[in-house]
T-cell receptor, first 115, second 111 residues
Framework: EAQVTQNPRYLITVTGKKLTVTCSQNMNHEYMSWYRQDPGLGLRQIYY???????DKGDVPEGYKVSRKEKRNFPLILESPSPNQTSLYFCASSLKNRARQETQYFGPGTRLLVL | DAKTTQPNSMESNEEEPVHLPCNHSTISGTDYIHWYRQLPSQGPEYVIH???SNVNNRMASLAIAEDRKSSTLILHRATLRDAAVYYCILRLGGSQGNLIFGKGTKLSVKP
């Protein structure tokens, strides 16, 4: 089954403790992206990757890192989490994402609470 | 990406058609209109997209105004499972892939 998976689905952590949220897709997609969703602010893009070893900042990249060493994986790294990073995170992928008619596939989400 | 305007919320009765409007008066000739929806506690999912002509798929229909300044997502027979937030998004050509999600329309379906 074609899908985007994220782990963990739920995470409670403390300020400053490094964490990684994994994202994997099995569709051989070139493009992958991370979004965060907050009440009243909607979904905002954090980082995206057009292909292996190619990443770029989205609208809200501060406090986050990403890497794209393999096509299928795009982990989101919080080196020193803070309470304002408490949010619902979604990973997404699409084939190439340069065509205006391409669609994005989203993962199930990771709910993060930073105390 | 260009801006879209949608009503905050709408209500429907089960098994009746639902028409979800979207205004995009600043749309350019090459922008595609995409609709996504987000069911409770799930990630967004693609619904439908179009450029100029009306489009149908197994989930919904998309009616695009002749001047392309507005569009309507049509659910032919709403079910309880269709209760979700529906987002209307414009995709520009050559964009980096950023889907600009607005606040969307929260659709409630009454049994």
């Amino acid at each position: 089954e074609a899908q985007v998976t994220q782990n963990p689905r739920y995470l409670i952590t403390v300020t400053g403790k490094k964490l990684t949220v994994t994202c994997s897709q099995n569709m051989n997609h070139e493009y992958m992206s991370w979004y965060r969703q907050d009440p009243g602010l909607g979904l905002r893009q954090i980082y995206y990757s057009m292909n292996v070893e190619v990443t770029d900042k989205g609208d809200v990249p501060e406090g986050y890192k990403v890497s794209r060493k393999e096509k299928r994986n795009f982990p989101l790294i919080l080196e020193s989490p803070s309470p304002n990073q408490t949010s619902l995170y979604f990973c997404a992928s699409s084939l190439k994402n340069r065509a205006r008619q391409e669609t994005q596939y989203f993962g199930p989400g990771t709910r993060l609470l930073v105390l | 990406d260009a801006k879209t305007t949608q009503p905050n919320s709408m209500e429907s009765n089960e098994e009746e058609p639902v028409h979800l409007p979207c205004n995009h008066s600043t749309i350019s000739g090459t922008d595609y209109i995409h609709w996504y929806r987000q069911l409770p506690s799930q990630g967004p999912e693609y619904v439908i997209h179009g450029l100029t002509s009306n489009v149908n798929n197994r989930m919904a229909s998309l009616a695009i105004a002749e001047d392309r300044k507005s569009s309507t997502l049509i659910l032919h027979r709403a079910t309880l499972r269709d209760a979700a937030v529906y987002y209307c998004i414009l995709r520009l050509g050559g964009s980096q892939g950023n889907l600009i999600f607005g606040k969307g329309t929260k659709l409630s379906v009454k049994p």
